[in-house]
């Protein structure tokens, strides 16, 4: 069975500052992977995806993550966060061939600082 | 125009009531899902549909009974609620399995968010 850990519960980083947001996961091949972010009282987005090919992936709002299979880890990275980038990051992963399953991680709760 | 929508946003109704919480995508995806997100924001499946079949039970009380009258909508019906069924539900809908060689992504609605009194 696959599974997801994000061993940081909550991260607090300064304006301006570099992110990374760490992701672990546990499956037999390579699994799909994903990143979704939460605000405040709102649903979820997907930030980006990695199905397969170039291990760095570009999304949404200046993310990016890397898929390392030796480390079966898919990090999210920002250069330089934003006071806006404070809410809730979840990474999943769905078995290789459907991503219909998804599996959450228990999410990285990012404050940001002024 | 929203691609993921749910209704109400908010429910807040007493122990033992029945209640349903809606949900319409117009992506023109075929497969629906609900997910429940815990008081410590942990996401979890319950059910997926695709083209009004059920493809995903997880296990979950049958107090809970998802019902899909077309493709584009899927609702949550909850009998009986209890305190513990207080939580986030977020539908959630994709293209059918395999339609993208099994690549598909699913996008998800605003939230429910239910408290039971």
């Known amino acids: 069975a696959q599974s997801v850990t994000q061993p940081d519960i909550h991260i607090t980083v300064s304006e301006g500052a570099s992110l990374e947001l760490r992701c672990n996961y546990s499956?037999?091949?390579?699994?799909?992977l994903f990143w979704y972010v939460q605000s405040p009282g709102q649903g979820l987005q997907l930030l980006l995806k990695?199905?397969?090919?170039?291990?760095l992936v570009q999304g949404i709002k200046g993310f990016e993550a890397e898929f390392k299979r030796s480390q079966s880890s898919f990090n999210l990275r920002k250069p330089s966060v934003h006071w806006s980038d404070a809410a809730e990051y979840f990474c999943?992963?769905?078995?290789?061939?459907?991503?219909?399953?998804?599996?959450f991680g228990t999410g990285t709760r990012l404050q940001v600082t002024l | 125009d929203t691609a993921v929508s749910q209704t109400p946003k908010y429910l807040v109704t007493q122990m033992g009531n029945d209640k349903s919480i809606k949900c319409e995508q117009n992506l023109g995806h075929d497969t629906m899902y609900w997910y429940k997100q815990d008081s410590k924001k942990f996401l979890k499946i319950m059910f997926s549909?695709?083209?009004?079949?059920?493809?995903i039970n997880e296990t979950v009380p049958n107090r809970f009974s998802p019902k899909s009258p077309d493709k584009a909508h899927l609702n949550l019906h909850i009998n009986s609620l209890e305190l513990g069924d207080s939580a986030v539900y977020f539908c959630?809908?994709?293209?059918?399995?395999?339609?993208?060689?099994?690549?598909?992504?699913?996008?998800f609605g605003p939230g429910t968010r239910l408290l039971v009194l």
């Open positions: 990695y199905f397969s090919g170039d291990t």
């Open positions: 499956y037999g091949a390579t699994p799909y």
């Open positions: 549909y695709n083209n009004k079949e059920l493809i």
């Open positions: 999943a992963v769905g078995p290789t061939g459907t991503a219909s399953k998804l599996t």
């Open positions: 959630a809908s994709s293209q059918r399995p395999g339609a993208s060689g099994g690549r598909e992504t699913q996008y």
